[in-house]
């Protein structure tokens, strides 16, 4: 997932070898979560659970751009090639919207980051 916050993108990503990590554009991020804490690598799973689920609605690309503020891009690499959906945060955060459950998991990553991270006295690696 890519998401255009005030200050750039962040970008959630988890790959099916349990690799958990988020990217910001501004430098730094969190990486290696999937591998050495258990409800990072939860997260991580049940969001490409839901990226699998929501495949059917995504449109295959070959262009990967940046989102603006306030925009939220998924990409589900698979097989096949890449799949995406593009929405705004906006449209998101509605209950009847058909990402809202994987912007969720992804929102949890980023959760189970900061938990960690706040729970070993760590700030952003």
Not at 10 to 36: F, N, R
Request: glycine share 14%; charged share 15%.
């Amino acid at each position: 997932m890519d998401w255009g916050v005030n200050n750039g993108t962040a970008t959630v990503v988890a790959v099916a070898d349990g690799t958990v990590s988020i990217y910001l554009s501004g430098g730094g991020g969190s990486l290696g979560g999937g591998q050495g804490h258990a409800a990072i690598r939860a997260a991580g799973q049940k969001l490409l659970n839901l990226a699998k689920e929501s495949l059917p609605r995504m449109q295959k690309t070959t262009e990967y751009p940046l989102p603006g503020r306030g925009q939220v891009y998924f990409y589900v690499r698979t097989t096949e090639g890449v799949f995406t959906a593009r929405t705004s945060q906006e449209e998101l955060n509605s209950r009847s919207h058909p990402f809202r459950y994987l912007g969720d998991a992804a929102q949890e990553i980023i959760t189970q980051y900061r938990q960690v991270q706040s729970n070993s006295g760590q700030g952003r690696q």
